[in-house]
Antibody, heavy 119, light 107 residues
Framework: QGQLVQSGAEVKKPGASVRVSCKAS????????MHWVRQAPGQGLEWMGR????????NYAQKFQGRVTMTRDTSIRTAYMELSRLRSDDTAVYYC????????????WGQGALVTVSS | EIVMTQSPATLSVSPGEGATLSCRAS??????LAWYQQKPGQAPRLLIF???TRATGIPARFSGSGSGTEFTLTISSLQSEDFVIYYC?????????FGGGTKVEVK
């Protein structure tokens, strides 16, 4: 079935960058797109983009274009999401989520990583 | 961008009763619609995909229906663990978008 384990909570200052990792186990890492979804405190879910772990191809939500970079390291089965030029409204829990092959709904989620942006 | 609108925002139901949650898309998404359940402090969990197919391990009291722009999640007999938040998500086009959620609370 698989498991996704994310890195821990981070506190960053406005203007800084943050990188969140997502380590996969129990399934073929390169066989499933990895997406990133965030959730601001008390708010709903917001899709940020996805990466194809097989070749590194990415698709980003327009809202995050130019600020987000998704990468992967297949040797350690880990996906990364880096968000730059952080603002206070980037404070959120960031989730990685595995997409079902051939679809874009999510059958496996990481536990989430809280990123707090505060001066 | 396809806007997903869930209603009601909060649904008050007595344990053992049924609940019907609605999700409307601003344009047609065929059957490319998923439902997730989110418990406090946890990641979302997939309940339904393809508008009506239950995910692995999901109890039969959860069912989904609809296509195009109107979708429904029905919980036939609410258990204590079902009083949480539910989200719909379309995956018909880019960007993927979620509804604002429906909180199911104890009446």
């Amino acid at each position: 079935q698989g498991q996704l384990v994310q890195s821990g909570a981070e506190v960053k200052k406005p203007g800084a960058s943050v990188r969140v990792s997502c380590k996969a186990s129990g399934y073929t890492f390169t066989g499933y797109y990895m997406h990133w979804v965030r959730q601001a405190p008390g708010q709903g879910l917001e899709w940020m983009g996805r990466i194809n772990p097989n070749n590194g191809d990415t698709n980003y939500a327009q809202k995050f274009q130019g600020r987000v970079t998704m990468t992967r390291d297949t040797s350690i089965r880990t996906a990364y999401m880096e968000l730059s030029r952080l603002r206070s409204d980037d404070t959120a829990v960031y989730y990685c989520a595995r997409a079902v092959p051939g679809s874009n709904h999510f059958d496996n989620w990481g536990q989430g990583a809280l990123v707090t942006v505060s001066s | 961008e396809i806007v997903m609108t869930q209603s009601p925002a909060t649904l008050s139901v007595s344990p053992g009763e049924g609940a019907t949650l609605s999700c409307r898309a601003s344009q047609g998404v065929s059957s490319n619609l998923a439902w997730y359940q989110q418990k406090p402090g946890q990641a979302p969990r997939l309940l339904i995909f393809g508008a009506s197919t239950r995910a692995t391990g999901i109890p039969a009291r959860f069912s989904g229906s609809g296509s195009g722009t109107e979708f429904t999640l029905t919980i036939s007999s609410l258990q204590s663990e079902d009083f949480v938040i539910y989200y719909c998500q379309h995956y018909n086009d880019w960007p993927l978008t979620f509804g604002g959620g429906t909180k199911v609370e104890v009446k």
